[in-house]
């Protein structure tokens, strides 16, 4: 159906444009007519037409004016100017304003139905654009909850979630590098400062976790994580890197009316911790406990973490975001700036107020340790119990300052090396033993699954990584191994050809002789031959 709408203040011309219109489209239109130009915009608005044919001379307000004024409020009307006047003017403003045609009076019947035909596939196309535009954005309702619980699940899960980063601001559209970590907990009632029935709650929760998602995006453009028990976190992205008091107060503000929000449409109560604001990545993780301990150390229905009086709080400045990308360049493999990091934090520590050797060595001996872990439950590198042993001994034989430094720089730079190196050592020490048994069992009935068990990972990563490391497949390497000592049994042994067909790992004779000329071009007896 299209809503037309004629203006022209000959009834004549109306009478003939809605006869036309009506005989050739019939119950596809519905159409309204206007005489004045303040008419056409007064059924306009009763009536939002998608086609409007408007003739620029009538009473009042022109056509010109007319269209200005219908855009004002619907920009999708198509527009076809019809004019007893042929002016330049006219026709320039017309374009203008985006008019479909510029008609001029008399007007056959032919070049109406033409006009009112190419309107009809404008409107058509105007709405089957909304109509992908709407489709669209239902698949984004449903895709974005999953994708900002994944980002939050990353955040607190993955020790190596810096990987993702990128991948998650970008699909997301967060354009700051800031952010705080907000946790709402939910429960029946309030008991000794404890919310009750976490259980159940966490059953409730997935009716209303819409609606949960509705109110708190209208308070915070944030990011909205899965439900964890009876409580799912907020992460608010921020533009700086810290946050002033008059700040604070507002953020605690709008919290506590989100919650006051929450508490009116959903039937439970609501508690909520906030963190303080850190470097998107890494940071929001250590945001998120600090909000865990707002919650934990206050019975208010909202607490800042800068508000707990047993807050976890450094005495003095501390350069935490340097620590943060000290850790990060170094699970980066960033050489050259996790060692910058590192000389920037130790000239820190120098430039301290009273600083004491053994401060240094207890902090430099941390944060390497802090650093190995990590590393290590990435899954970049390796240690034992006992590989520290001599970490004490070496930084108690440095004589001074310096040597300190050069301590904790090298041990950086080993961690760095160790990382880069580590996964290759181990995918080459599996290949190498995993060449050796083939070596040594070429002559037996062996498959990739023999061989993959005696490495003790799946056949299908021990098939990727074999290749990737010789540059052939499982298969074609025991293949290369097995006609190799068939061509030496042929040149230096009087073997027959079914005795060494057996010495090679091979049941068939017949098997084993097109496999030899697939690789070898000839036959073994014809090999044989030729050998003389």
């Known amino acids: 159906m299209y809503r037309i709408l004629l203006a022209d203040d000959e009834g004549i011309m109306l009478e003939s444009l809605k006869t036309i219109i009506e005989s050739n489209y019939g119950k596809e239109c519905e159409i309204h007519c206007a005489k004045t130009g303040r008419a056409v915009v007064e059924q306009a608005q009763a009536y ?27 920009s999708s009307t198509v527009f076809v100017v019809v004019t007893a006047y042929d002016k330049f003017t006219y026709a320039k403003e017309a374009v203008n304003l985006g008019v479909l045609e510029f008609l001029t009076k008399p007007v056959n019947k032919r070049v109406i139905l033409e006009t009112c035909s190419k309107a009809m596939a404008r409107v058509d196309e105007t709405r089957q654009k909304r109509s992908d ?20 699940n990353n955040i607190l899960l993955q020790d190596d979630f810096d990987t993702y980063q990128d991948n998650y601001t970008q699909l997301l559209d967060i354009r700051f590098s800031y952010g705080y970590m907000i946790v709402v907990e939910f429960g029946d009632s309030m008991e000794n400062g404890v919310l009750s029935n976490a259980v159940g709650s966490s059953v409730k929760a997935n009716k209303f ?11 915070f453009d944030c990011v909205v994580g899965p439900i964890m028990g009876n409580r799912i976190v907020l992460l608010v992205p921020y533009e700086n890197a810290t946050e002033s008091y008059e700040d604070r107060v507002e953020i605690v503000t709008r919290t506590r009316n989100m919650v006051h929000k929450f508490e009116s449409r959903i039937d439970s109560i609501f508690r909520c911790g906030i963190g303080r604001v850190k470097e998107l990545g890494a940071g929001m993780k250590e945001s998120f406990q600090e909000a865990l301990v707002a919650l934990r150390e206050s019975t208010s229905h909202v607490v800042h973490i800068e508000d707990v009086p047993v807050a976890q709080k450094y005495d003095g400045e501390y350069p935490q975001d340097l620590e943060h990308r000290y850790q990060r360049r170094v699970l980066e493999k960033d050489l050259a700036g996790a060692l910058n990091c590192a000389d920037s ?26 650093t190995e872990k990590k590393a290590f439950y990435a899954g970049a590198m390796k240690y034992n119990f006992s590989c520290r042993s001599n970490y ?35 995918a080459l020490s599996i290949i190498e033993k995993a060449q050796s048994y083939i070596n040594e069992n070429f002559k ?32 074609e390497y025991l293949t290369e191994i097995r006609l190799r000592h068939a061509k030496d049994l042929l040149q230096n ?19 084993f002789s097109r496999i030899f000329k697939k690789y070898e071009g000839v036959t073994p007896s014809e090999f044989r031959e030729r050998l003389g």
């Open 48 to 74: 939002p037409p998608d086609i409007c044919f408007v003739d620029i001379q009538m009473p009042g307000i022109s056509g010109i004016q007319a269209i200005k004024e219908i855009k004002k409020f619907n």
């Open 133 to 152: 535009d709407l489709r669209i954005r239902e698949k984004l309702e449903t895709v974005v909850p999953i994708i900002e619980s994944g980002y939050i």
């Open 345 to 370: 934090f130790f000239e820190w520590m120098l430039s301290q107020n009273g600083t004491k050797r053994e401060d240094v060595e207890i902090k430099i001996l941390e944060l390497i340790m802090e």
């Open 209 to 219: 976790y819409s609606s949960f998602r509705e109110i708190a995006k209208g308070f």
């Open 392 to 426: 004490i001994k070496e930084i108690q034989a440095c004589s001074d300052m310096e040597g300190l430094k050069n301590w904790f720089l090298n041990k950086t730079g080993e961690i760095c090396s160790n990382m880069e190196s580590a996964k290759e050592k181990e």
């Open 493 to 511: 042994s009087g073997y027959s050809i079914k005795e060494i067909c057996g010495e090679c790992g091979y049941s068939d004779p017949n098997y």
């Open 444 to 475: 037996k009935d062996i498959s990739l699954d023999d061989v993959s068990r005696m490495a003790n990972i799946s056949p299908y990563y021990f098939s990727k990584l074999f290749k990737q490391e010789t540059g052939k497949n499982f298969i």
